[in-house]
């Protein structure tokens, strides 16, 4: 008799030789090399488990679990001759243990698998996600520091490392996260979304992470499944929260089974390759063609990222399971899900309703890359969608508020320019259910660097950092925006995802050190930590109600407030210093005599004049 553990530890070719020998003549080359998810749990809500057995012609035998409170209710057989899917049902009561499934062929087990049902981990069981009390620091693994350079390069890794290609991958690795989270947590981040860490096993531009080629390893260039549990744990106990970034749309085309999907319609399949037409859009448009609609969620993403089929059960259930084995797994806080509106939508709320049912407190954001609101607020759950659609999505990126903020500070005021970019966008929140669960940004690793669209102008880096930081939503920073890092995506993506200075050993300046920073980049970093270590505490910006004024001669102005507090925002989009009158905003002022101007810690002693100096924001809590 043949054993196999499933634990992704023994994944290693030689082992397996070892341990699959033929054991009968008809049963020769039958085998088991991999089983999906790796490990489970007992005492979970759902209590279905469906595994993916992979292994030559292993559908020629017919499994039979022996274990107490587990039971083999159905087994589904593909297209593939190496696949058996295993329909597993976990009773309450279940004790964790190593199951034994015996795959028989007449009387004769051929091989058996030992598979692990775990003890869930209370102490990974807070989970309690994220939400405007945060500031979310995004940063890119192979970009933001080099832990450890033993694992640049890697054994049976297609690509190697190379610090000159801006499109290669630059060493940067879950110790370099490691080492510099009390450098987050100086900033005042509250958690971290780290673009893809998951194995990307392909050939060129594996360094974003987001050609998957194993959804259960993490890829071993930055380090293994338990460094990144490590990680989160290490994050955790400094207060800092983790959002994993997850992509359901494609994977990779190097993915184990790409010369042997389990069934013909594993991927969307086209005549010859075809490419999504990225409009996402067309999921929601009344006057959509049915053209249109296919090729936005069944065309590819790229040549390098095969389009995953959600509509069959099976790759359904495959990348449900996978993203809870992440979060029962590592502990982890949050998910930020790639490329929203390309997977099919109904499969879609499905994966959300089985998060929220294991994890009620759990958050996930949604990447609708869309221009308007309407559009972005389709994907929050609400209950108002035109087509009675339900999402269940908690949060969503506000990219309408993104295109704003990248023009408002730039342009002269006027009626729709300058401020009103910034006002308009808000003034549409009617849209949203849940306006204060928008994750906010001035940019991220798909687009121009913020301090290069604002013609690397501190004054308005300023000004958009202040109305980041207190208007609704969860902020979101991208990494080395706190350092004015520079890049125009038209001149690639490695130009927007440069390398964190000090990151690499031997690296010419260390900017995660006041020292290694020039006095533009510490004016930068000290701004916005004074900001972010103010926001922390400040429940009114968390879960304060907003007013805002309609933008006056270059003047922005708003409020948030609640019962026992008021921050009044003004944002001076002019090249003069402006004397606001506080006539206006008397509904607001009603009761409060005088203010502290947060940045600078001084006292505005008249509320009924108060002068912004050119270009700036002011930020005033208000006292009685
Ligand atoms: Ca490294």
Redesign the pocket.
């Known amino acids: 008799m043949r054993r196999f553990t499933g634990n992704i530890r023994f994944r290693n070719a030689l082992f397996l030789l070892f341990l699959f020998a033929a054991s009968a003549v008809s049963a020769k080359g039958i085998e088991v090399n991999r089983v999906d998810p790796p490990y489970w749990w007992t005492g979970m809500k759902n209590h279905h488990l469906q595994l993916m057995v992979h292994g030559n012609r292993i559908s020629e035998t017919s499994p039979v679990v022996n274990y107490p409170g587990i039971k083999l209710e159905s087994v589904v057989h593909v297209q593939s001759p190496n696949y058996l899917f295993l329909n597993l049902m976990i009773e309450t009561g279940a004790k964790p243990g190593t199951i034994t499934i015996d795959f028989l062929k007449g009387k004769k087990t051929v091989v058996s698998l030992l598979y692990e049902l775990k003890q869930r981990e209370a102490s990974l069981g807070s989970h309690k996600g994220f939400d405007a009390s945060d500031v979310v620091y995004l940063l890119m693994p192979d970009r933001f520091a080099?832990?450890?350079?033993t694992?640049?390069d890697m054994p049976g890794m297609l690509e190697q490392a190379d610090r000159s290609n801006p499109n290669g991958r630059h060493?940067?690795?879950i110790k370099?996260i490691e080492d510099h989270l009390d450098y987050l947590m100086n900033l005042g981040a509250t958690a971290v979304w780290i673009n893809p860490l998951l194995e990307n096993n392909q050939p060129a531009y594996s360094y974003h992470g987001y050609a998957m080629t194993d959804f259960y390893k993490v890829d071993p260039?930055f380090g293994t499944n338990n460094d990144y549990k490590n990680l989160i744990s290490r994050a955790h106990q400094k207060g800092l929260k983790v959002i994993q970034d997850m992509v359901f749309n494609h994977c990779g085309t190097n993915y184990f089974w790409k010369d042997d999907l389990p069934t013909n319609d594993w991927y969307n399949q086209w005549p010859e390759f075809t490419r999504s037409n990225y409009r996402g859009g067309v999921v929601t448009d009344p006057h959509a063609s049915i053209s249109d609609y296919k090729k936005m969620v069944g065309g590819w993403f790229d040549t390098s990222m095969a389009d995953l089929n959600q509509d069959n059960e099976l790759v359904a259930n495959y990348l449900i399971q996978n993203s809870i084995w992440w979060i029962e797994s590592t502990g982890l806080d949050g998910i930020r899900q790639d490329t929203y509106p390309y997977p099919y939508k109904d499969f879609m709320a499905k994966w959300m309703l089985r998060v929220l049912e294991e994890y009620p407190g759990f958050n996930v954001v949604g990447e609708a890359w869309l221009s308007y609101p309407v559009s972005v607020a389709y994907w929050m759950e609400n209950d108002r969608n035109f087509d009675g659609y339900h999402s269940h999505l908690t949060n969503v990126f506000d990219f309408p508020l993104m295109y704003a903020i990248s023009k408002a500070f730039n342009e002269q005021e006027g009626w729709s320019t300058g401020t009103a970019e910034l006002y308009e966008i808000i003034s549409q929140d009617f849209v949203y259910s849940h306006p204060e669960n928008l994750v906010l940004f001035a940019d991220n690793h798909d687009g121009d660097r913020f301090y290069s669209k604002i013609g690397e102008d501190i004054r308005k880096f300023k000004l958009a950092m202040a109305f980041l930081m207190t208007t609704r939503g969860i902020p979101q920073i991208y990494y080395g925006t706190e350092i004015l890092m520079t890049g125009l995506e038209h001149n690639g993506h490695g130009d927007i995802r440069k390398d964190f200075p000090g990151g690499w050993p031997g690296d010419a300046h260390n900017a995660f050190t006041p020292e290694g920073r020039t006095k533009a980049q510490n004016e930068a970093f000290n701004y916005l930590k004074s900001l972010m270590s103010w926001r922390k505490n400040k429940d009114v910006i968390h879960t304060g109600k907003l007013k805002h004024y309609i933008p006056q001669d270059g003047v922005y102005v708003y409020f948030r407030y609640n019962y026992n507090e008021s921050v009044m925002v003004l944002l001076n989009n002019t090249n003069e210093a402006k004397t606001v009158d506080g006539k206006r905003f008397k509904e607001s002022l009603s009761g409060y005599t005088q203010g502290r101007s947060v940045m600078d810690n001084t006292t505005v002693e008249n509320l009924s004049s108060i002068t912004v100096p050119a270009k700036s924001p002011m930020i005033i809590e208000l006292e009685k």
């Open positions: 080099n832990g450890d350079t694992n640049d060493g940067g690795d370099g260039r």
